[in-house]
């Protein structure tokens, strides 16, 4: 099988994966193809335009990938499994794929982690993010706590940093660098591509009332060993045979 290519050329060797694993995420500027952003986009409208019915009892936004077969399609694509690999090794599961759609006005997200394998250090979660469109820092931008996702803490959680500095964070250092913990605002161009660790602390600051829609997706790996309670998979599609996806859809 012939596969358009995804991401184009980009650097994921020692020194990217030393950074994070040292801060918890890492962007890769700009790296979704063109023709991805299109046919991503694509996928977002017909996702958009599903009512609940048609959905039935599942959310089109959290089990994207189950209505959409491009969405489906890069579950198993060899660069997005390369990847995965890079971070998690050899032994990787599918976890799920959601929507992230943000229009103007939109309130933002609070400071929260997610939950993997809390007591064992040894198995990884990474989620993989699709940001089409993009993001400033103060207008639907991703906010992260560099080194929080050492503490491997699936209840971090706050409405506003503040809360975050006087509740969560307060007294905390870098357990690699003994630096105290801070919040880092980011920005990222059109078509980048984020990796975090499901611990890290994170957080979206609100979309201006005037802004575009902004488009974002998110594929998350782990390695088998524990459940999660992320795993947004119907028993049918985890049955359906993907090419490509052979032993990613099992739970262990």
């Known amino acids: 099988m012939v596969h358009t290519p995804i991401f184009q050329p980009y650097e994921f060797g020692e020194k990217e994966k030393a950074l994070l694993d040292t801060d918890g995420h890492i962007l890769l500027p700009g790296i979704l193809t063109p ?23 599942h959310k089109p936004t959290h089990y994207a990938a189950e209505y959409d077969s491009y969405l489906e399609s890069l579950i198993s694509h060899p660069q997005m499994l390369d990847l995965a690999r890079r971070v998690l090794g050899k ?10 759609i943000r229009p103007g006005g939109n309130g933002g997200t609070g400071w929260h982690s997610h939950e993997y394998a809390e007591d064992d250090p040894s198995l990884g979660f990474v989620r ?19 080194g929080s996702h050492h503490y491997r803490d699936a209840n971090i959680k706050a409405d506003t940093d503040s809360a ?31 990796l975090m660790w499901t611990h890290a602390a994170h957080a979206v600051t609100p ?11 998110v594929y998350a790996y782990r390695n088998p060993g524990k459940p ?12 359906k045979r993907i090419p490509g996806a052979e032993g990613l859809m099992t739970l262990y």
């Open 35 to 57: 023709e991805t952003c299109e046919r991503l986009m694509s996928a977002f409208r017909k996702i958009l335009d599903l009512t609940p019915s048609s959905a039935e009892s």
């Open 91 to 100: 032994e990787i599961r599918f976890d799920h794929c959601v929507t992230i």
């Open 128 to 146: 993989i993010f699709f940001y089409v469109s993009g993001f400033e820092v103060d207008d639907g931008g991703l906010k992260a706590v560099p």
């Open 164 to 194: 975050l500095k006087t509740g969560w964070m307060a007294g905390k250092t870098h357990p690699m660098t003994g630096e105290p913990l801070e919040i880092q605002d980011l920005s990222a161009p059109a078509g980048t591509v984020v």
């Open 207 to 217: 979309r201006r009332a005037n802004s575009d829609t902004r488009w974002a997706l």
């Open 228 to 239: 999660s309670r992320a795993r947004w998979l119907t028993p049918e599609f985890e049955r």
